[in-house]
């Protein structure tokens, strides 16, 4: 069975205290691994996408990567406008049309 | 400005009263998919579509129908909602497959 896991479930920062979240994921042929962030009362909002272990994306203060076993997302210098859910999904062979997805991360940056 | 909209955002409902949650899209994507999301559990997919009059079940399919008459429209359809299908659900689209869905500002549904 596919499974995602993340962690921390809940991580307080100052603001400019650099960290990282982790995703790990036991699949059955990983066809892309997603990284969304979700405010309170809205939905997903879609940040990055990785297909191959070594891969890298960035945006803003964030930085994505990936390997075999586990997805990190950095965060550098987080400001208290990056609170937020941050969710980690996959999309496997035998369910291409699925995300399945961790339970996220809930990140509080305090000034 | 791309989008997905769903209505209502808010609807309290009772036991055994059918109700539809709408789903538009305005990017002309081809791919549309239903979540709800639960507390401890994320989301979990419920019904997914690759096309006009093309739909699959998910991983929590019981109590919901969809259909995709149109590209740009993919109903919710609960005919008789029970109070376990009280949620926080998603729409979602995406260009291709392979893509990142983008989502619905949800609709949060209480069954009494």
């Known amino acids: 069975e596919d499974q995602v896991t993340q962690s921390p479930e809940a991580l307080r920062l100052q603001e400019g205290e650099s960290s990282s979240l982790n995703c790990s994921y036991t699949?059955?042929?990983?066809?892309?691994l997603f990284w969304y962030r979700q405010d309170p009362g809205k939905g997903p909002e879609f940040l990055f996408t990785l297909y191959s272990a070594g891969e890298e994306k960035e945006k803003e203060r964030l930085k994505a990567t990936l390997t075999k076993k586990e997805s990190f997302l950095h965060i550098t210098a987080p400001k208290p406008e990056d609170s937020a859910t941050y969710l980690c999904?996959?999309?496997?062979?035998?369910?291409?049309?699925?995300?399945?997805f961790g339970t996220g991360t809930r990140l509080l940056v305090s000034p | 400005e791309a989008q997905v909209t769903q209505n209502p955002r808010y609807l309290i409902t009772v036991t055994g009263k059918k109700l539809t949650v709408t789903c538009s899209q305005n990017m002309n994507h081809e791919y549309m998919s239903w979540y709800r999301q639960d507390p401890g559990l994320g989301l979990r997919q419920i019904y997914y579509s690759m096309n006009v009059e093309v739909t699959d079940k998910g991983d929590v399919p019981e109590g919901y129908k969809v259909s995709r008459k149109e590209k740009r429209n993919f109903p919710l359809i609960l005919e008789s909602p029970s109070p376990n299908q009280t949620s926080l659900y998603f729409c979602?689209?995406?260009?291709?497959?392979?893509?990142?869905?983008?989502f619905g500002s949800g609709t949060r549904l209480t069954v009494v």
């Open positions: 999904a996959v999309r496997t062979n035998t369910g291409f049309q699925k995300l399945v």
């Open positions: 979602a689209s995406s260009p291709d497959r392979g893509d990142g869905y983008t």
């Open positions: 699949v059955s042929g990983l066809r892309g």
